[in-house]
């Protein structure tokens, strides 16, 4: 089947506007937005600018929009998405470097604010061994983790688009992925970070986050840290229960 | 000219896990990593099914079993090397967990145990069916942590060599097609496999082979280039790997006929040739036979892997209840490398080391056994962290000699100037289906690859922006993969 392809060409160092730049490629029913990407790369247009990276959507490189919506190009098959016509597009809401290649430097610097990684108080156990956490705590985790930092998410939220300063549904699902850790006891940190100006607060439940590739629930995240930080707030403790269990656990 | 102690290049788990250790070990040493992605994209995140360790979990593992397992699958094994990686393992694995890994847990609470081809206990500590991605994003939090700089979207283009002894490396800005020098008082590569030599194949397309190449032209030999690896189901049109544990589980592998023409708990290299056969002999689909799921609970696929649905979905459009899935033996793994001691040091140059897949301490053998290549990696990228610690203490940065700003600028500039006619998709095309194909002669390969050196010569290189120029990437990629390609071709030969 030949479907049309239809995508932006822009350098930020040049051009004002972007001028659109028409393709046609013939794809089977397994050909992905990558693989047509590629093609047109190989075969007519070696001056197309896009990332490409572990090509099963697990690193989050080929972020990108799809007519009208952010997918990553490697998991999603042209002929899925029941159209002769496509419209690719730089992810929305990032400074564009070129074509269809984004500047994420921001986007990870936002990443860091929300100290990526475990802080706790509760001491490893002597034998030097794994401390515990019920296979119950483990999933409450394990789909936040899966995040691969695509920004699709961040890229879709209109709050975002309007206010840089942001910090957006991807961070904010890492700073959730470590609330939730049962390990975790940096729980007030962590709110006051997410609670600041450019924090939860200025999420106004669009939910366009919630369409996300990896099937995380972005929206819904952020939304339960809003109602942790206003739990802690009127004093009932969800900081306490949470040492509380996690000791109970070991 | 940009100066550090230490320079890492790659941001995969190798790289990661030994910068880490030198900052954690050395807070005053000035360690940086210098990677062409951006750090959580690394290729590292490809390996799903988990990490080998005798945590004795599930069972009443030991050490000593893991040591005879790894033995036993990978034949001409470094024997120290496997006694330092399973020795060393758990406490490797138990270090993750503490940096706050998301394993997949137990009842007990301990990390869960997966059993896996080749291991005679449950072994693998796993984080879901995404362990390489959940390794990353731990050790990336560690590196935020600890303020480790991270320079990404830089292309080694070599090592800078000043006769035996290693300074540093030389950059190109992905973003600006600027050259740098990163002088470095000691350099670790960890860049990865060469898996994209392989037109099916699991690993990322960044996985280029970039050190490998930089090894050789540096006059670095390189040792086990021809022990590359093939998993019998990678998903046709992709290479990516379904889990072999579907095999174990009871799923068919099935011809065109939709009859079983092999016994699929037969060992990889058996089953991966079946299908070849089956293919040959004309009973294939398109070039791959099927897998068949369907009598398998749903649940049960779910709980054990998960991928098999979205890869089914995401790359065939099927549903792998009512459908069978196209599936094709795909490279999975490649050993050979610069060969390093224990510690990752290369003999014969002062001040280079390498760790991870584009390292070869031979730990592996013959193939590696699952698992062993993500233990592999932080095990011995600690070690070098290690060792490299005590060493910086008499390491000095040295001089940096001046062609090596010219030999880089010269290589990009002469790429710059290409106007032949050969198109480099083209040559990147054929080469990669020559190294995949079944009915290439390892004799013809070597002839094969020098021909498309010849070609390569004469691309034409369109794109002459220099902003992000994805093409110029792909020139030098391809470059190196031509010269990883003559040493896997020629390795090839000198085996037989």
Known sequence: MKVTFRVPRFDAATDFTAKYQIYHVEVTPYTTILDALNIIKEEQDSTLAFRRGSQSGIDGTCGMMVNGRNRLASTTRVMGLNATEIALGPLPGFPVIRDLVVDFDSFFAKDAVMLPYLVTDIAKPEDGKERLQSPKDANRIALAATCNQCGCCTSACPVHWSNGEYYGPSALTRAYRFVEDSRDTAIKARLDIVGSETGVWRCHTIFNCSECPKAIPNGENIQALKRKIMLNKIGLGRIEVKVARTEATV | MIQHDVIVVG????????????????PQANVAIVTKQYPVRAASVVERTGIAAALGNSSSDSVEAHISDTLAYGKSNNAAAVKALCELAPAAVYELEHMGLPFSRLKSGRIAQQPAYGHSQPRLANAGDQTGHAIVTTLYGEIVRFGIQVYPEQFMLGLVVDGKNVRGVSVLDIRSSEINIINAKVTVLATGSYGQLYANSADSYASTGDGHAAALRAGINLTGMDLVTFHPLGVANTGLIINERVLADGAHLLNAAEKRFTN??????????????????????????????RHLPTSQIRERYPHVLDYAEDFAGVNPKHDLIPVKPTQQATLGGLSTDLNGSVAGFEGLYAVGACANNGVHGEQALPGNELAAAVVFAKLAGAAIVAKLGSAVHGNVPSYATSNASDEVEGLFGQKGAHKLGLVRKNLRHAFSSQSTSNEQQVGFVHSLRDQFGQIGLHDKNRRFNTELLEALELDRLLDVADAVAKASVAAL
């Open chain 2, 11 to 26: 941001s995969g788990i190798a790289g990661m896990r030994c910068a880490l250790e030198i900052k954690r070990s050395a």
């Open chain 2, 264 to 293: 699929e708990l037969a060992s990889f290299d058996v089953v991966a040739a079946a299908i070849n056969a089956e293919i040959a002999a004309g009973n294939g689909v398109d070039g791959h036979v099927w897998l068949d799921v």
